[in-house]
């Protein structure tokens, strides 16, 4: 990697929410033993979370994730008379190909950063001892044992790849799984003989050859009749549970997914559609009696929680439904930093994606939420809010509120969304067109001004000609445009 490339990488690193299990930051160097460990863990962790590689940087404050420069220079470093690189490989098992990089973020700041491969087949031991991050804490990974059997496992097949049930004819498969769906989805003629459809099923991956047939996770996932005849995706079932409050102490129903995803998909979006309230007014841009929620923004949420969802997570997907929000949640920390959710698109499950898209559920290209978005502001809803924990990420939509209810951190948030929807729209915002999102009159145009203000403050946005003297005229990027 050249210097660019590195700090366009470091950029990037320092965007995550927080450290996690395969991103660690260090100011400066402590000792051989701690980066040792640090490699272990971050192999291991990039490996449990399907990421290619790890990443341990110095100079970087941890807390604030502030570049500020480190003294260390890891490439010249020793242990004793060792060069340190060397004496850190021999004491790792199975060598790893690690690479260390030194560079100059600018005149002031130097940075030193070890890219470490995730791990394949073995968890990775530094002197006898494998580790893990959990949360900002390397453990030992003997304390996890979950965590292991994921690396161990490692060297089998993806989850969508798996068998869900084997030994099976011909007939077996047009009994579990709903083979006319697939046909009638993609508008496709149903093949005139039982042969013709386990072709094309094993072309799509769906069902193998293996002691007969065999009928892959993937394939009951998307079209088992019922998810319980398969044991080992049944817990991916949808669950959607409404509250007869703003709080869970109260449960009004609630609707478990007995259908694979593309056979229960529409009649599970309706039915959410179905229990989210009305109002009766909401702002100026809407008639009476229209739904709280816009139903477009719930079918694209659904299905990103269904592609995005870490398979191998414990859970399943979950639409909770308040008095006052909607929360869409999966199992798995997402691959992109819920930041760069809008202009950024990546799915660990490419095939579970791929055929979701064919079969008319989600958008083509991206993640949807540009869409999202765009009628979040048409319905004025506050800005839609993301939270991951460490094996969980979780979308909320909230009811209208009016602008005088939002408080300061949802103004910023709803301006940086805004910004982000002009900025992938080949636009920019403006205050005009802040003002147009909020529905703020010509003459309280400082309103705008000071929400602006408080963004820009927040570093969530920044100004695209700094020079301009002119505010009137002003526009506006995300920050990371």
């Known amino acids: 990697m050249n210097e660019q490339q590195l700090i366009e990488l470091l950029s990037e690193l320092v965007k995550q929410p927080h450290e996690s299990e395969w991103v660690e930051f260090k100011l400066n160097f402590h000792s051989p033993e701690e980066i040792g460990e640090r490699i272990s863990a971050l192999s291991n962790g990039a490996c449990i979370h399907n990421q290619p590689f790890g990443y341990l940087i110095f100079g970087v404050e941890d807390k604030t994730q502030i570049i500020k420069g480190t003294s260390f220079k890891a490439k010249s470093a020793k242990k004793g008379d060792e060069n340190l690189e060397h004496w850190l490989l021999t004491r790792l098992n199975p060598r790893i190909d690690f690479t260390i990089y030194e560079f100059d973020y600018n005149v002031t700041r130097h940075i030193s950063i070890y890219i470490i491969p995730a791990t394949k087949n073995q968890p990775v031991e530094f002197k006898h001892q494998a580790y893990i991050r959990v949360s900002s804490i390397t453990r030992k990974l003997n304390d996890f044992p979950q965590k292991q059997a994921k690396i161990w496992k490692k060297d089998t097949v993806p989850f969508e790849k798996e068998i869900a049930k084997d030994g099976l004819s011909a007939a077996d498969i047009i009994k579990f799984l709903s ?95 179905s229990q989210l309230p009305a109002n009766e007014e909401i702002g100026k841009a809407l008639r009476k009696e229209t739904r709280m929620y816009p139903e477009i923004a719930i079918r694209e949420l659904v299905a990103n929680a269904l592609i995005h969802q870490d398979l191998t997570e414990k859970g399943f997907p979950m639409v909770e439904i308040f008095k006052d929000r909607i929360e869409i949640s999966n199992p798995g920390v997402p691959l992109v930093t819920p930041d760069r959710f809008i202009d950024a698109y990546l799915s660990r499950n490419d095939k579970l994606a791929d055929l979701m898209r064919r079969l008319g559920f989600c958008e083509e290209k991206g993640s949807g939420l540009d869409k999202v978005i765009f009628y979040n502001e048409l319905f004025q809803l506050p800005p839609i809010n993301v939270v991951v924990t460490e094996n969980r990420t979780r979308l909320t939509m909230f009811c209208y509120k009016t602008l005088n209810e939002l408080d300061k951190k949802e103004k910023v948030r709803a301006c940086y969304q805004h910004a982000c929807l002009k900025y992938v729209s080949n636009e920019k915002m403006t205050n005009q067109s802040l003002r147009e999102r909020f529905k703020i009159e010509d003459q309280n145009a400082a309103t705008a001004s000071r929400i602006i203000r408080d963004a820009l403050e927040e570093k969530m946005i920044k100004e695209d000609d700094p020079e301009s003297k002119s505010r009137k005229y002003a526009s506006y990027l995300p920050f990371w445009a």
């Open 179 to 273: 083979t006319e769906s697939y046909f009638d989805l993609l508008k496709l003629p149903y093949p005139s003989n039982q042969q013709g459809v386990i072709d094309k099923f094993i072309e799509e991956g769906l069902i193998v050859k293996n002691n007969g047939y065999a009928i892959t996770k993937l394939g009951a996932l998307l079209f088992a009749k019922l998810l319980k005849d398969f044991e080992s995706i049944e817990r991916k079932s949808v669950r959607v549970i409404v509250y007869k409050g703003n709080n869970k102490v109260e449960t009004e129903r609630e609707q478990i997914g007995s259908k694979g995803y593309a056979l229960g998909f529409e009649g599970m979006v309706d039915w959410i559609n």
